[in-house]
């Protein structure tokens, strides 16, 4: 057994998230650690909502709200929808948390006295109309090294170069447009140059040993070739405060947050759930664990190059050295894991023009598995995909419904209507044990594929499995053996039958949970073997609201320790089966129209 770390991008909280979020995020993460899970290893998959930064304060002055009453809005809905999604969280949180606070503080000040944090006097961007900071992300303008249009004030997402604002061409606020003015102003940055000989070192040493995927690696090279110190504090006054400038308006960078949030979160599970406080050590500060960062290409660099940095100062392993805190020695990621873009018809996704669609709406008229589906065999593994409304439909009602689900439906009728339990199996001819060996093997083989985060190919991959099932249905014919004296052949070609489908409804659990619950159900189960996340109100471990009152807040959590272990389990003879109803529901073709006008609607808003 081996501790996993699934640690889970930060979806940001200002808004409802879309579904080119959870494609790049949510999914993949929540297949792997469902299959790690299920080969015996202890998974502790973390993650929350980000909660603090300009972001913030401007949807909330938008909105009429403080930020943190935005934040809480957005926190209960963003929860709502990545459990509906069924994403098997041990603790999704959030970064307002005190316990947060107070792991972010502590491993700020030792990064600072190991030598890492240095103040510098920098050129900030204010917006003229309010005065407010224009974080980095805020603003955009020509990139000043390939010339691409769009580049932000922290990257280049067309060349990879880090950049700052004042490196722009032609620099505008996302916001209103405006020219921001740059002002000098003091900050903190992080001295990313006396750590990039470790950063190398340890990149160097993920090429070699690990399966990183190519755009990962070469996106973290690139940035090495022109690192510099950067800002790690922020003018605003909504967010942590920094130690030994509590008294100033300033606060920690949002990024340099959000990222320790991964640790922090580890902390909050092991005080809520942990047989011991210190449990999350078994992750974070045991050499033999291994860790695993899902998120999309954008979010690459504060994964790959400052969250590592950041540990890196830490654990004091820059250039002049240091010793670690309380929080011990701190494991680096193993494997970066980015997905690329998800689009929308052809376009970029982008809430504020109306090209998006969010997952609560997604899944208030269609199926969960339905959209978990489309995004394992469709979505954006290792390079940019498309969502469609018609290639959505189409692959609904032709894998999903006519192949997986009409295997699984005739498999149960034939069962439930001559047997009504699973019948004994006798003698086995060669097709049929050519069919249960071929399945049987599926497991290695798509349990490698999701390991090594080619989810696509493991999908396909059953896919190609029920493919083979469904002919063994159409040769061996078993609704044309109605005499008596085939009903031992009968028996045996249905025992095979619900054996392939328990089987296949094993691999399909990861991606596919709560179908996957629905249909052992139907073969006679409990329809438990993919167990589901829920919602818990909880209180603040650490700090109460202004006038006293306990500070609550949801979490997603969940006991996943008794899923099924990876492996053919035999069906047990003499299991009743009922006659069953369908499990996935068939999409009209009208609904791409519909979609289309409910599309055209928001574009005109």
């Known amino acids: 057994m081996t501790h996993i770390l699934s640690a889970v991008a930060w979806p940001y909280a200002n808004g409802p998230r879309h579904i080119g979020h959870v494609a790049g995020f949510g999914i993949p993460s929540d297949v792997f650690s469902r299959y790690m899970r299920m080969r015996g290893h202890d998974v502790l998959m973390v993650s929350g909502t980000d909660e603090h930064g300009t972001p913030i304060l401007v949807a909330a002055e938008a909105a009429g709200l403080t930020p943190r009453e935005l934040a809480n809005r957005n926190n209960r809905a963003i929860v709502e929808d990545l459990c509906q999604l069924g994403l098997s969280y041990d603790l999704f949180t959030r970064t307002t948390t005190g316990n947060h606070y107070d792991t972010v503080r502590a491993m700020f000040k030792v990064v600072r006295d190991n030598g890492y944090m240095k103040v510098q006097t920098t050129r900030g ?5 309010t005065g407010r900071t224009l974080p980095d992300r805020y603003i955009e ?8 249009e769009g580049a932000r004030g922290d990257q280049c997402d067309a060349c990879g170069n880090q950049l700052d604002p004042t490196d722009l061409i032609r620099p505008r606020s996302k916001i209103n447009g405006e020219t921001p003015e ?9 001295d990313l140059p006396a750590l990039a000989r470790a950063l190398n070192e340890w990149l160097d040493d993920r090429e070699k040993n690990g399966n990183w995927r190519p755009n990962v690696i070469k996106f973290s090279k690139n940035f090495l070739k022109d690192i510099k110190p950067r800002a790690m504090t922020r003018d605003i ?3 942590i405060p920094i130690p030994g400038w509590e008294d100033q308006p300033k606060r920690l960078y949002v990024w340099f947050d959000a990222v320790i949030g991964y640790l922090s979160a580890s902390i909050e599970w092991a005080r809520r759930f942990g047989q011991s406080p210190e449990d999350w050590r078994q992750w974070w500060n045991d050499p033999e664990s291994l860790s695993y960062y899902f998120m999309g ?3 690459i660099v504060f994964h790959s190059q400052i969250w590592p940095a950041e540990m890196l100062g830490y654990n004091g392993r820059g250039d002049f050295g240091g010793k670690p805190g309380d929080l011990g020695v701190l494991n680096l990621p193993t494997e ?4 690329e873009f998800l689009t929308m018809e052809g ?3 982008a809430s504020s023009r109306g090209i998006v669609i969010y997952v609560r709406d997604m899944l208030s008229r269609y199926q969960v ?6 995004i394992s065999a469709a979505g954006p593994e290792n390079q940019d995909s498309d969502f469609t409304w018609s290639e959505f439909v189409r692959r609904t009602n032709s894998e999903l419904v006519a192949a997986w689900g009409n295997l699984v439906n005739r498999t149960a009728s034939m069962i439930a209507k001559k047997f009504g339990e699973i019948p004994p199996a006798g003698d086995f001819t060669a097709e049929d044990q050519a069919l249960l060996d071929a399945v049987n093997a599926g497991f290695e083989t798509v349990g490698d594929l999701i390991e090594s985060h080619h989810q696509k190919a493991a999908l396909a991959e059953i896919m190609r499995l029920v493919g083979e099932a469904n002919r063994y249905v159409t040769t061996t014919e078993p609704f044309k053996l109605k005499d008596e004296s085939q009903r031992d052949r009968l028996g045996t070609i249905l025992h095979v039958l619900a054996q392939v489908v328990t089987d296949l409804n094993l691999m399909m659990s990861p991606f596919l949970p709560t179908s996957s619950n629905a249909i052992d159900k139907v073969l006679g189960g409990a329809g438990d073997v993919a167990p589901l996340p829920r919602i818990e109100e909880v209180v603040d471990l650490d700090v109460k609201n202004e006038d006293g009152s306990d500070r609550t807040y949801p979490i997603i959590t969940g006991d996943y320790r008794n899923a099924p272990t990876w492996e053919r389990h035999p069906v047990r003879v003499g299991q009743a089966v009922a006659k069953p109803a369908p499990v996935f529901q068939k999409l009209d073709e009208s609904v791409v129209a519909e979609e289309y006008e409910r599309y055209a609607n928001l574009l005109q808003k």
Do not use: M
């Not at 740059?182 to 992080?190: G, I, N, P, Q, W």
């Open 125 to 129: 961007a204010i917006s003229p109309s």
């Open 141 to 148: 303008g020509t990139c000043p090294i390939c010339g691409a």
């Open 182 to 190: 740059f002002v000098e102003t003091d900050h903190y940055f992080l």
């Open 237 to 239: 006054d909504w967010g």
């Open 297 to 299: 290409k954008d979010n």
């Open 336 to 339: 970066v894991v980015s997905s």
């Open 347 to 349: 376009k970029k996704f």
């Open 369 to 374: 598995d339905a959209l978990r589906y489309f």
